[in-house]
């Protein structure tokens, strides 16, 4: 399996200080936290969010390689589990990965746009309002973003509180 170093070279590599590179590292290491509040292998979740996006700048013309690709340039690199989670991270690929480390990487990946999307103090809102709520308030282009935020932190088991508590712990994307 790629080691934490790896990982982040690669990102360098494919997405050479982008903002998908600081995307990357965010869903990698809010991955990380996540995976330790599910009792998951936390290196594990946070390589394989590190390089969920690796193939995005090569595929931005055709999504629904998006995910597929990158999880092919990383065979053999990360457990199948892995690689499941990265192709089907996005859902312009039509793959469906129900597994655990698949439903925290959906979820981290949502959580980044989020974040992103409103300031950190609208984000920690999370403690006393659903996604949907904050979203719909703070981020209407994107809709389907509170309900998917919502659903994955329930299949997760995990609390609003959580999630805000994950974010509160990571700096904010550039």
């Known amino acids: 399996m790629l080691s934490r170093a790896q990982a982040l070279k690669l990102v360098d590599v494919h997405l050479a200080g982008s903002a998908v590179a600081d995307h990357s590292i965010f869903v990698g290491d809010l991955m990380a936290l996540l995976a330790d509040l599910v009792r998951q292998d936390a290196l594990?979740?946070?390589?394989?969010g590190y390089c969920h996006?690796?193939?995005?700048?090569v595929t931005a013309d055709t999504p629904s390689l998006h995910g597929p690709t990158a999880a092919q340039w990383l065979q053999g690199r990360l457990p199948p589990d892995a690689l499941a989670a990265i192709a089907a991270h996005d859902h312009r690929s039509d793959i469906v990965a129900e597994t655990a480390l698949a439903d925290?990487?959906?979820?981290?990946?949502?959580?980044?746009v989020f974040d992103l999307g409103v300031s950190r103090g609208v984000a920690?809102?999370?403690r006393s309002s659903s996604a949907k709520v904050l979203v719909d308030r703070y981020l209407p282009p994107k809709p389907w973003l509170g309900t998917m935020i919502d659903g994955l932190s329930q299949s997760l088991g995990l609390s609003r509180l959580n999630l805000a508590d994950c974010l509160d712990r990571l700096p904010r994307q550039r």
Request: proline content about 0%; hydrophobic content about 65%.
């Open 44 to 48: 594990l979740w946070q390589v394989t």
């Open 104 to 112: 925290g990487l959906k979820l981290a990946d949502a959580l980044a």
């Open 53 to 57: 996006d690796l193939d995005i700048l």
């Open 124 to 126: 920690l809102q999370l």
